[in-house]
């Protein structure tokens, strides 16, 4: 049992009242738990995009934090709702890939199935979730919560070649690609959609001209393909999942 | 008075700072307030919309939680300023209605009417309910923060029939309805603005086809009307406050 | 060292992961940290905007507030990082103007340059002034933090002609001005962009009829353009920063 009581969200809730329904079934069983959102703007339904966002991001939480991860397409079918332990966190939600990249890069201790039978078939954030991930917030043990399993359903979203995807579309319009930049190389041919196109790659934002889409090595040590003050997803027309190639 | 401390907020604040300058002001009055943000989303003075969610939504919050509520069009006109102690909570905010379908379902206790004699006539948000807020949330009485009044003005959201109406629309685009599902059909008629057409019902989301109107049991017991991985309002052109029939 | 345990956020990260993710880098470094969001919806890099409304905002928070501020178009060039401690506050962010009316305005006790070698080019929010920021909150002296500087970069943002600036735009595209109101003046000669247009004056928003221009006295004693239940900034087509007149 940690000491911290953290409960940090991610979602593709969006601005729903959802958000604060789930706080306040998670307040009513951990009322000492406290709400970190991490992103609850994850493009709806994109599992992979949610799985990328998690991945990079849940190092930056203190030990013991519990991770609430819901973005469920296929709530009410066949999925596993689950419960993972790791070396320093818990991860609580649908068994769909969505937190395993994460939780394989912290070390999986335990995988725990929970109990679905008296939930809704439409909001198990609420209904399964969110009990849960407040259980474990306030102290009970993985183990109290229901049989191990030996898998969770896995999901691959780290790129090694020159071929990625768009993994998240920031508010501004920045498209953050899952492709590594290249050591020394100042310029890329970007391929995306209809648009074949040179781009230059600037160390940052600041010093990129207007009008002129550009890549930057993001903080996540990926591509960001992006245009100065304005939005570059609207330029490409490019959508979350979209396959890019940056040569 | 309660142990908790909890200030729950519902409001048409969007993403205004307002949010935060009440809060600001709360934590001023109750330092060790708590907030969770309930539904700031709330369409730009529906109140009725408000109202729905509220009744939807408050009973899933722990006991003694204080619920700020604002969504205000007719500030600094005639209406009146209250707080309402119910069985289980508080309710702070505009006497126009958009608390009273879940006072009343709580049952009420109290109506006190606040003094606005001090405060700016266009933000009672920030100079009469946040510290009448945070004054119910530190402990002080109900009776402390003004005289008792007999009525607070009413307001009926639900229905009882096949007509409705939108009360809610998601960022998804799906589109919740005030009308209740019918045990055992499949399939409905619908009608929302120009379009009339016959909708299959579907258990979950998952389930649904793509590029197909829907409706759905959504977990508060009503019918929605979707599209999935798309905007069902952005296709129908609908708005909150939208009459529709399901037969 | 002040009692209170709390951090306001004011930036233009909007529904970016970067607000999660820089509040976990928070809590790791301060545990105790509660955090409120003043406004993440800054318009991106508008540093002026954010400016006006941190130096009207901020005095409705608690004595020993600490500010994380970040709209910062140029990281990674030139400017300075910098904590500043006032009569009653700290202000945590990039040296580029943003701070300077609201620190000015609570009156300026120290600056401190804070080292930057080892952070990213791309996000000082998370690797330099989310660090920053919790050690003051967690009681560290700004002392500790670096060494006293004696300027910071200046910027003025209020008007106190006829002429002024859009200075924020509301969620409702009510446009906020940082033109002041003239006593007993009914009617304004409004121009912005192409328009030109007689505006009436109303004490607030409920009493003004629909479909028509309008401007109202804020409740930061500025005129704010407005049309009720509709947007006046995409009707007049425009956005924060423009040049405004109201005669």
């Known amino acids: 049992m940690y000491l911290l009581s953290m409960i940090v969200l991610l979602t593709d809730f969006q601005s729903s009242d959802a958000l604060g329904v789930v ?5 009513s069983v951990s009322p000492k738990a406290e709400f970190v959102d991490l992103c609850n703007n994850i493009a709806p339904f994109k599992i992979r995009s949610g799985a990328w966002i998690l991945l990079y991001d849940y190092k930056y939480f203190p030990t013991g934090t519990v991770f609430y991860c819901v973005v469920d397409p296929s709530v009410g079918t066949e999925r596993k709702s689950i419960a993972v ?5 818990y991860f609580v939600g649908p068994d769909n890939g969505l937190m395993f990249p994460a939780a ?4 999986i201790e335990r995988v725990t199935e929970l109990d679905t039978s008296t939930a809704s078939k439409t909001f198990h954030g609420r209904d399964v979730f969110a009990p849960a991930a407040a259980r474990l917030d306030k102290g009970d043990e993985i183990t109290q ?14 790129s090694n070649s020159r071929e990625g995807e768009i993994v998240f579309i920031e508010h501004f319009g920045n498209m953050i690609t899952n492709i590594k930049p290249l050591k020394g190389k100042d310029s890329y041919e970007l391929s ?22 550009f890549v930057v090595k993001g903080s996540r040590d990926t591509l960001e393909i992006a245009l100065r003050e304005s939005s570059a997803a609207a330029i490409l027309k490019a959508k979350v999942g979209d396959v890019v190639t940056l040569r």
Chains 1, 2, 3 share one sequence.
């Open 23 to 27: 706080k306040g079934v998670m307040k």
């Open 85 to 89: 332990k790791t070396t320093h966190y």
């Open 104 to 107: 394989t890069a912290d070390q």
């Open 145 to 158: 919560l229901g049989k191990a399993i030996p898998f969770m359903q896995q999901l691959s979203i780290t």
């Open 192 to 213: 995306c959609r209809q648009v074949r196109k040179q781009v230059k790659c600037y160390d940052t934002f600041g010093n990129a001209p207007e009008n002129e889409l």
